[in-house]
């Protein structure tokens, strides 16, 4: 979190009237709405979230345990803003950007309250490079310099995009601090490395495009049926226990964005824990450098403060956007947004603001849009293209997808991974509902799957599609009368389907080789399991009985195309075995 | 320290009190009551003169000239190692005759988060001798993972079993009579009967683990009100032991269910916006704040290890208790009425239940190498024999397949030999791993597509594919 000190207008200090958890009121303060303020004599960091008459009511990111009326409520009268500077990769943050290392070394291994910190280490020096020289003109947003962040990140200095630009009247390379001046405009305006924004306002863009690359997850259910662009949005709502989670880890380590920023909000400590010990020691299998010099972290537990919690989506996508600017594509998962939504519906019930559904304030849906209307494909105000692609997660109650959260999510986003339980039971991973989703990207990312990967890539889909929708409905009659009262042709389809769903869909996400599957993999094994089709029913046709199709050798092969290293040569190996030990049968 | 003789009104467990100084948030009160009684409370909302304050014991007794004393500070669980072999009542007062507890440190009930930076990824396997848990849903060394029942179903039983057979193997080995292996348990009691609390009590007392426990008791007919602060002391006794006596500790918590009914008394009675099903809007965060005091932390020995008991309203996993329970913890552990009406015992239906921290508790150097494929397969065919049993309802044994057949006698073994294991018997790991190739060998080798070919060719029993193929 921004420290905030340089304010420009001294403002009056407040008195604390009523406590109520994590909703303070304070009389006598002299504030804007949204202006960060310092509860009490401890200092809990807070924002002003409403304005009546002479009364302030605060949302405190703190426990406010002991806190009495009387106390002093101090303003920074600045908006709640992130620093946004080099040093960001390979961080981790809690919900308001302090970093949860600092905290650990200034409080200890519980979090105590009242201790702030700068988002970006104020300190360190970094090697500063100009690409523009004195004499040239600035605009808001341009580059003006690089620093190598981490080994896989070249981070960009920018002119702030509040800044009116002019000529560069001094600028030279060397090692400087974040808040040090590495270069003057003409108009007296200085630029550092380290700049403010508000979270809760979107950083500005030229223009916003349509996205046509697809952001490849490694996933076979996602890169084969529902992809999603860079610059896209998706849902992801599933029961608890149906693999959300690691939906979205695997997402984060083998996405191919540039920059990952993940947000852990409201959800379980052990699983922030395992993603800062997994990330420092993956690599990512396009560059080989370690994952998490491109990862953001930011993490708000379940029991951490819950205005905290509110703030910490905005918090994520502010550092997205920022990323975005320099030209990147920009990742955000938000796990999950089901929480930041009761964060929402708990501070608007202490409010005793007239609920809308279930509970929900009535500006839900406003704020789920305004968030995800913050992703997208963008030509920035510095030339430059970037994207930021947003995926959440939603714990709908019960699993049931016709609570608020999931419905209002579902009409702004446009890829929809559905996750069922009665996947998950049978140990189906990823568990997402091939029925019930669906991807809006798909015919504007073909071309470039056709240009990439394979010329008939959306055929193919089709049939897997296809088939799996017979499958639906032979299951129904399986149902009521047993597999083996199907015609032969339909018995075989079953057998078919059956081997897109274990061989295709299922991936294990633990497994070394099978956590990240290629798309030309993707099509390749879906290619297999094709030719496994067109054989069988040739050998069908000529009067092989089903049982003999199904019983040959290379068949349960196909369950094994996964976790192959070598899987060119293991794939086309098997082909051709399918396709001697079929048609040797007539 | 000032005493008030303002009480304003008094409605269900709250009382609200007018004040001439500012007095914090979550404050402990004291209110003696006409006839000299002493009852204790928290303060709720705190404003400009007047509070509102939630009474533990209850408001009986309470009229608008009891006097009130604000004591300045939060509510504090009197910590040492002493309290081992000790019971106390809900709200954390000795009620065993024992001496008087002298404490080495006065800890906040409202723990402060961990820091997700300063945790240790648990991931250290606890032998807890139950097949269904070893097997399939690994427990590990700072997990929270919750049993899901009904009414009248033995999870207590479950619960004991637990309590008196979790062992890290390890460690035993390392030096058997090093203590150092075995839990110390911490049990605490919200709303339960006083025969299930005489059931918890005598199996402590038979098997000597009550020197190695710390007792909270808060009963049926105890006021609902101190069941939001029972856990809450037994966590902080937890966490002390834990984190600065190097214990491992299990944490059994009974019945959250009560639990979260004395939420919602107290949010019915501040005449708060409800949130689904009467109970309030900040259940979750609530919860959490429970749930998540369970883990390790990094250069330090102990850990806690939590098993929350909740008993679900008609069987049901999506009423809110087990729904925002299931979203916190890491996984859970399902009772099923059916199984127990057949009589296996203990009745746990692993297909709904789930161990998210198993994948990295088990496996080579953990527990085996054949652990997670051995898992993974006997889900797939107990998931797959258990939709064929519909089948059967319809269509009848005869005229299914061969192999549909072998799933069918697959999920009855499995329940049969795996599951049901009685509550006195403590199976290692590998002895339920063996007893997972002993089934699973019903089937031909190429069936097992989960499970690598090598583990096959090891682990895989000729005898019974033989016996199978007999038949």
Redesign the interface.
């Known amino acids: 979190m921004s420290q905030a000190t340089d304010s420009d207008t001294v403002r009056e200090d407040g008195v604390?009237?009523?406590?109520?958890?994590p909703v303070v009121?304070a009389t006598d303060l002299d504030a804007r709405m949204n202006d960060v303020v310092y509860v009490g004599e401890e200092g809990l960091m807070g924002e002003v979230i409403e304005i009546e008459g002479n009364l302030t009511t605060i949302q405190v990111y703190e426990?406010?345990?002991?806190?009495?009326?009387?106390?002093p409520v101090e303003n920074t009268g600045d908006p709640l803003s992130v620093d946004l500077g080099p040093g960001m990769m390979d961080s981790?943050y809690d919900g308001v950007q302090r970093p949860?290392?600092v905290?650990?070394d200034k409080m200890?291994?519980?979090?105590?309250?009242g201790v702030d910190a700068p988002g970006i280490d104020l300190e360190k020096t970094w090697e500063f490079t100009p690409t523009v020289s004195e004499g040239d003109e600035v605009d808001p947003g341009q580059i003006i310099g690089t620093v190598p962040e981490t080994e896989s990140i070249e981070h960009k200095v920018m002119v702030p995009p509040d800044y009116e630009g002019g000529e560069v009247v001094s600028i030279e390379s060397g090692n400087f601090t974040v808040e040090e001046t590495v270069a003057e405009l003409d108009n007296g305006e200085e630029i550092q490395m380290r700049q403010e924004w508000p979270v809760r306002e979107a950083r500005p863009a030229a223009e916003k495009q349509t996205p046509r690359t697809p952001l490849v997850s490694g996933q076979r259910i996602l890169d084969g049926l529902f992809p999603i662009a860079k610059g896209g949005t998706a849902a992801i709502p599933g029961?608890?226990?149906s693999g959300k989670t690691v939906t979205q880890h695997q997402l984060a380590k083998w996405a191919d964005a540039d920059i990952v920023v993940y947000v852990?909000c409201?959800e379980?400590?052990?699983?922030?824990?395992?993603v800062?010990?997994d990330f420092p020691e993956l690599e990512d299998p396009v560059t080989g450098k370690p994952l998490m010099s491109r990862t953001c972290l930011i993490?708000n537990?379940?029991?951490?403060p819950?205005a905290a919690r509110e703030s910490c989506v905005y918090t994520g996508i502010t550092i997205a956007e920022y990323y975005r600017d320099m030209g990147y594509d920009v990742a955000l998962m938000a796990d999950s947004t089901s929480?930041w939504a009761?964060a929402m519906?708990?501070i608007s019930?202490r409010l005793?603001e007239m609920?809308g559904e279930?509970?929900y304030p009535a500006y839900l849906a406003a704020r789920l849009s305004e968030f995800y209307e913050r992703a997208g494909y963008f030509e920035n105000i510095n030339g430059t293209e970037g994207s930021v692609s947003a995926i959440g997660a939603v714990?709908p109650?019960?699993?049931?997808f016709s609570e608020p959260v999931t419905q209002n999510t579902l009409r702004i986003v446009k890829c929809f991974w559905a996750l069922d339980?009665d996947l998950?039971?049978?140990?189906h991973f990823p568990s997402i509902n091939w029925d019930e989703s669906y991807s809006l990207y798909k015919d504007q990312l073909d071309p470039w799957y056709q240009e990439e990967v394979a010329e008939d890539f959306p055929e193919r889909r089709q049939w897997a599609v296809d088939i799996l929708d017979e499958e639906g409905e032979l299951q129904e009659i399986?149902?009521?009368?047993?597999?083996?009262?199907l015609p032969e042709d339909q018995q075989l389809t079953l057998e078919v389907a059956r081997y897109i769903r274990?061989a295709w869909l299922q991936q294990n996400a633990?497994h070394d080789v099978d956590t990240y599957c290629a798309p030309e993999k993707t099509y390749a094994m879906l290619g297999a399991i094709k030719t496994f089709n067109d054989e069988a029913f040739k050998a069908l046709e000529a009067g092989v009985p089903v049982e003999e199709i199904q019983d040959i050798d290379a068949a349960?092969r196909l369950?094994?195309m996964n976790v192959q290293e070598e899987w060119e040569e293991y794939i086309e190996d098997l082909e051709a075995e399918l396709k001697d030990q079929l048609r040797e049968k007539y | 320290m000032k005493e008030y003789q303002t009480i304003t009104e008094i409605s269900g467990p709250l009382v609200f009190a007018e004040v001439d100084e500012?007095?914090?948030?979550?404050?402990i009160v004291e209110i003696e009551t006409p006839n000299g009684e002493t009852k204790r409370g928290q303060v709720?909302?705190?404003?400009?003169g007047l509070v509102s304050i939630q009474v533990f014991e209850g408001t009986e007794g309470i009229d608008t000239k009891s006097s009130v004393r604000f004591l300045g500070?939060?509510m504090k669980m009197p910590v040492t190692e002493d309290l081992l072999g000790r019971v106390l009542d809900g709200s954390g007062e000795p009620i065993d005759g024992g001496p008087e507890i002298v404490p080495d440190d006065r800890h906040?009930i409202?723990?402060?988060?961990?820091?997700?930076?300063?945790?240790?990824?648990?991931e250290e396997f606890i032998q807890t001798g139950v097949s269904a848990i070893d097997g399939m849903n690994t427990l590990v060394r700072?997990?929270k993972l919750p049993i899901f029942s009904g009414s009248g179903l033995p999870h207590n039983e479950l619960a004991l079993q637990i309590a008196r057979q979790a062992t890290v193997p390890e460690e035993e080995e390392a030096g058997a009579d090093d203590e150092g292996s075995e839990f110390a348990v911490i049990f605490g009691a919200m709303g339960i009967t006083a025969e299930e609390a005489n059931e918890f009590m005598e199996d402590f007392e038979r098997t000597g683990a009550l020197e190695r426990s710390v007792v909270f008791m808060n009963l049926a007919d105890d006021p609902a009100v101190e069941r939001t602060v029972t856990p809450r002391l037994a966590l902080t006794t937890a966490e002390y032991l834990a984190?600065e006596k190097d214990y491992h500790v299990l944490v059994i918590l009974t019945d959250m269910t009560n639990y979260c009914e004395a939420l919602r008394e107290i949010g019915a009675a501040r005449e708060?916006?409800?949130?689904?099903r009467g109970y309030p809007?900040?259940m979750?965060?609530d919860l959490?704040?429970l749930?998540?005091?369970a883990?390790r932390?990094?250069g330090?020995e102990g850990s806690v290890t939590q098993i929350p008991i909740l008993t679900m309203p008609g069987d049901d996993?999506?009423?809110?208790i087990p729904?925002?329970t299931?979203?916190?913890t890491?996984?859970?552990i399902y009772i099923d009425r059916d199984l127990n009406s057949q009589g296996i015992v203990p009745p746990i239906n692993v297909?709904?239940s789930?161990s998210?921290?198993m994948?990295?508790g088990i496996g080579e150097g953990l527990t085996r190498e054949d652990h997670?494929d051995v898992s993974?397969q006997m889900?797939?065919a107990y998931?797959?024999g258990e939709d064929l049993r519909?089948?059967v309802n319809?269509?009848g044994r005869e005229?299914?397949?061969e192999r549909?057949n072998q799933y069918l006698d697959f999920a009855d073994r499995f329940e049969e030999e795996f599951v049901d294991q009685g509550f006195e018997t403590n199976r290692d790991i590998d002895e339920t791993l063996d007893l997972g190739w002993d089934l699973l060998s019903m089937f031909p080798k190429?069936e097992l597509?989960r499970v690598d070919e090598e583990l096959i060719e090891k682990y895989y029993v000729e005898e019974e594919a033989e016996e199978v193929a007999a038949d």
């Open positions: 604390i009237e009523s406590v109520s958890g009121t426990e406010t345990s002991n806190v009495a009326p009387g106390e981790i949860l290392a905290l650990e200890g291994a519980f979090l105590d309250r029961p608890f226990g852990g409201g379980r400590g052990n699983e922030m824990t395992e800062i010990d993490a537990t379940s029991n951490m819950v929480r009761e519906r708990e019930s005793e609920p279930e509970g714990s109650p019960g699993g049931d339980a998950a039971e049978r140990r399986v149902q009521l009368v047993g597999k083996d009262a274990e633990f349960p369950n094994r | 500012p007095i914090g948030y979550d404050e709720l909302e705190s404003s400009d500070e939060t906040d409202v723990g402060a988060a961990i820091n997700p930076y300063a945790r240790e990824y648990p700072g997990q984190f708060e916006v409800p949130g689904r809007g900040y979750y965060t959490a704040q749930y998540e005091r883990g932390i990094e330090r996993d999506t009423h809110p729904d925002l299931g979203y916190i890491e996984g859970q297909l709904p789930l998210r921290l994948d990295d997670a993974d889900y797939a998931a797959e519909d089948l319809i269509v005229a299914l397949s549909d190429e597509n």
